[in-house]
């Protein structure tokens, strides 16, 4: 509906999309289950529960949504790029909204519902959550507990290891340790080289411009073949003379085209980019 398509800034907008709208669903069932051990009713607790979290919960989806809706108004080629990313942010928070208060609740109703004699399935699955519980508990008692009550014990040397460690963070990416590339550069198959002598140029000085760049692309064959490079990186290679295609097609003795297709990037040794110099 938004002519948007399935890609990498997409799929970024999915995977942060994602944390939110899960930690919206466990905050709902957690406050349910609680009214449930405290002896609410099921059907009751899942109406209650969903009730009390509603504003708690919506104004969390609400401010993550006026974060991103200024992304929508970024201008020029890094605007139309990212515009995807708050699109499908906000898309999933939404449903993810009408799924936790509309769908959830009545999941957790018939979740809980007892039976007099429940069946083999049921009592597998009451098995395996109780383990799962068991180990829960048996981590957060002997591994995560000591770790907390030593940082609230010791807070000093805590906010110092975490001053440290943001230090050192900053320092990796300042310094160029790190690195970021926000949209890292794919290898080139298709090179074209244009060529545009003044007006007026008869036609044999731009084919003879032609052939030298043929030349010079077949060159770097032998040149690979030389230095034991099983696969050519060059493919084919084509020219046109007297005119220069692509979106705005120019026509003239002065101008001429060469396209050079290269073999895939993974079975060459050598770059476009090397080719190119």
Same mark, same amino acid.
């Given at each position: 509906?938004?002519?948007?398509? $399935?890609? %990498? ?11 939110? #709208? ?11 289950? &609680?009214? +449930? ?5 099921? =059907? ?11 504003? *708690? ?6 401010? &993550? #949504? ?7 108004? =970024?201008?020029?080629? %890094?605007? +139309?790029?990212? +515009?995807?990313? *708050? #699109? ?15 769908? $959830? ?19 597998? @699955? ?15 008692e002997r591994a995560y507990g000591p770790v907390l009550r030593a940082a609230v014990r010791y807070r000093a040397l805590t $906010? ?8 050192? &963070? ?7 340790r790190t690195s970021f590339v926000l949209f890292p550069k794919g290898e080139a198959n298709l090179l074209r080289a244009r ?6 140029? *008869?036609? /044999? ?17 032998? !040149? ?6 099983? /696969? ?7 020219? =046109? #003379? ?7 097609t120019q026509t003239g003795s002065h101008l001429a085209e060469v396209t050079v297709e290269l073999t895939p990037a993974d &079975? @060459? ?7 190119? !110099?």
């Amino acid at each position: 509906a938004t002519g948007q398509t $399935l890609n %990498m800034i997409s799929l970024l907008g999915l995977i942060m999309a994602t944390g939110i #709208i899960v930690d919206d669903a466990i905050v709902i069932a957690e406050h349910i289950h &609680t009214l +449930k051990a405290h002896g609410m009713e099921p =059907v009751q607790a899942c109406v209650e529960g969903a009730r009390q979290m509603a504003l *708690p919960v919506l104004g969390s989806s609400a401010t &993550t #949504i006026a974060a991103f809706i200024p992304l929508l108004y =970024v201008s020029g080629v %890094m605007g +139309k790029f990212i +515009k995807v990313l *708050p #699109i499908v942010v906000i898309a999933a928070i939404a449903a993810s909204a009408i799924e936790a208060f509309g769908i $959830l609740p009545a999941h957790l109703r018939h979740g809980s519902s007892s039976s007099a004699s429940p069946s083999r399935l049921a009592r597998l @699955r009451e098995r395996v959550r109780g383990a799962l519980n068991g180990a829960t508990a048996w981590l957060t008692e002997r591994a995560y507990g000591p770790v907390l009550r030593a940082a609230v014990r010791y807070r000093a040397l805590t $906010l110092a290891l975490a001053a440290a460690c943001l230090l050192v &963070t900053v320092g990796n990416v300042v310094g160029g340790r790190t690195s970021f590339v926000l949209f890292p550069k794919g290898e080139a198959n298709l090179l074209r080289a244009r060529v545009r002598f003044p007006e007026g140029t *008869p036609a /044999q000085v731009s084919e003879a411009a032609v052939r030298q760049l043929e030349r010079a692309a077949r060159a770097i064959n032998d !040149e690979a073949g030389a230095a034991g490079d099983p /696969q050519p990186p060059v493919g084919y290679v084509s020219s =046109v #003379i007297g005119e220069w295609t692509g979106f705005w097609t120019q026509t003239g003795s002065h101008l001429a085209e060469v396209t050079v297709e290269l073999t895939p990037a993974d &079975t @060459r040794r050598i770059s476009g980019t090397a080719i190119l !110099e």
